[in-house]
């Protein structure tokens, strides 16, 4: 079975600055990889998604992942963030066939002015 | 064309009462997915359904949960009985194919459920 950990509860961030978010999974084959954001109180918005090819996926609101299958992560990047990016974030894993995503805990981003 | 809907948005039940819990997919999406998310935990998956077929309810707990989609209308999860530890965000996400693991899932807005 598939599992995905966030390592990161919360982290705080200034506005301007640079950001990484952490995923690790954890499945035996090729990974169905994806990133959601969660606004309080909303549903989940799609940021970007990794299937194959290209490991470093660019996705919306300027985020961008990177697939490591050497060290199992699937981390997400923004070079510059801004308070509006200030969430609850969700990376998931998807196995083969038609299977539920499998989520992280999430990580909360909380913006600095 | 209109996301997934799901409502009530907000639910409150007496412990001991029923809640039913409904999902519109998206236009032309036959597929729906119910997960659970837990205060300060993630989302985790309950079942997955086809139109009046139940696919997968590996993550539905053995009691007091059953969930449908008829040929006709929405979707809908109820529990019965409800009971404190059933209060949750329930979140509903609906795809146009379910056998391609590329293929990607619409969420809803989530119902939230609070149990008094």
């Known amino acids: 079975a598939q599992s995905v950990t966030q390592p990161d509860i919360h982290i705080t961030v200034s506005e301007g600055a640079s950001l990484e978010l952490r995923c690790n999974y954890s499945?035996?084959?090729?990974?169905?990889l994806f990133w959601y954001v969660q606004s309080p109180g909303q549903g989940l918005q799609l940021l970007l998604k990794?299937?194959?090819?290209?490991?470093l996926v660019q996705g919306i609101k300027g985020f961008e992942a990177e697939f490591k299958r050497s060290q199992s992560s699937f981390n997400l990047r923004k070079p510059s963030v801004h308070w509006s990016d200030a969430a609850e974030y969700f990376c998931?894993?998807?196995?083969?066939?038609?299977?539920?995503?499998?989520f992280g805990k999430g990580t909360h981003l909380i913006i600095q002015p | 064309n209109a996301g997934v809907m799901q409502n009530p948005r907000h639910l409150v039940r007496r412990r001991g009462q029923e809640a039913r819990l409904r999902c519109s997919p998206m236009?032309?999406?036959?597929?729906v997915y119910w997960y659970r998310q837990l205060p300060e935990e993630g989302l985790k998956f309950m079942v997955y359904?086809?139109?009046?077929?139940?696919?997968?309810e590996s993550g539905m707990p053995k009691e007091r949960f059953s969930a449908e989609f008829p040929k006709e209308g929405p979707s809908i999860l109820r529990i019965q009985q409800v009971v404190r530890g059933d209060s949750a965000a329930y979140f509903c996400?609906?795809?146009?194919?379910?056998?391609?693991?590329?293929?990607?899932?619409?969420f809803g807005q989530g119902t939230r459920l609070t149990v008094v």
């Open positions: 996400a609906s795809s146009p194919r379910g056998n391609s693991p590329n293929t990607e899932a619409f």
């Open positions: 499945y035996g084959a090729t990974p169905y």
């Open positions: 990794y299937f194959s090819g290209d490991t």
């Open positions: 998931a894993v998807r196995g083969g066939g038609a299977d539920g995503l499998t």
């Open positions: 236009k032309g999406h036959s597929h």
């Open positions: 359904l086809q139109k009046e077929n139940i696919i997968d």
